[in-house]
């Protein structure tokens, strides 16, 4: 931030406002790996094995399907929204709705793009 300015030093509270006034916040970070590909790396994802055939079965459909059970929830009071500078703020008391089953059918060789 002193780059951006003529002055040699900054106070901790005009560093402060000036973070406030545009709603930064440097120490929040989003945490990811990135990998580091090499030769050795390579050469272990192409001996992993396939596990689909690459030629759909003639003899009839392969169909993948799962059941899973789902609670319908909703929000006991109404989150405070977002304001620059600000996140969300949401309570964590909810309210259960009931619940139900989610179906999901796939065709394994009928890939929907």
């Given at each position: 931030?002193?780059?951006?300015?003529?002055?040699?030093?900054?106070?901790?509270?005009?560093?402060?406002?000036?973070?406030?006034?545009n709603g930064l916040k440097p120490w929040r970070r989003d945490m990811y790996?990135?990998?580091?590909?090499?030769?050795e790396y390579v050469a272990r994802m192409e001996d992993c094995p396939i596990?689909?055939?690459?030629?759909?079965?003639?003899?009839?459909?392969?169909?993948?399907?799962?059941?899973?059970?789902?609670?319908?929830?909703?929000?006991?009071?109404?989150?405070?929204?977002?304001?620059?500078?600000?996140?969300?703020?949401?309570?964590?008391?909810?309210?259960?709705?009931?619940?139900?089953?989610?179906?999901?059918?796939?065709?394994?060789?009928?890939?929907?793009?």
């Amino acid at each position: 931030m002193i780059e951006l300015t003529e002055h040699k030093s900054l106070s901790h509270e005009t560093l402060r406002r000036g973070l406030a006034e545009n709603g930064l916040k440097p120490w929040r970070r989003d945490m990811y790996c990135t990998p580091h590909i090499d030769g050795e790396y390579v050469a272990r994802m192409e001996d992993c094995p396939i596990s689909m055939p690459r030629r759909p079965i003639q003899s009839g459909r392969s169909c993948a399907s799962t059941q899973s059970p789902v609670q319908l929830i909703s929000e006991a009071r109404q989150p405070n929204p977002a304001a620059p500078g600000l996140l969300e703020r949401y309570d964590y008391e909810y309210c259960s709705s009931g619940t139900v089953n989610l179906f999901v059918f796939l065709d394994v060789h009928r890939p929907s793009h």
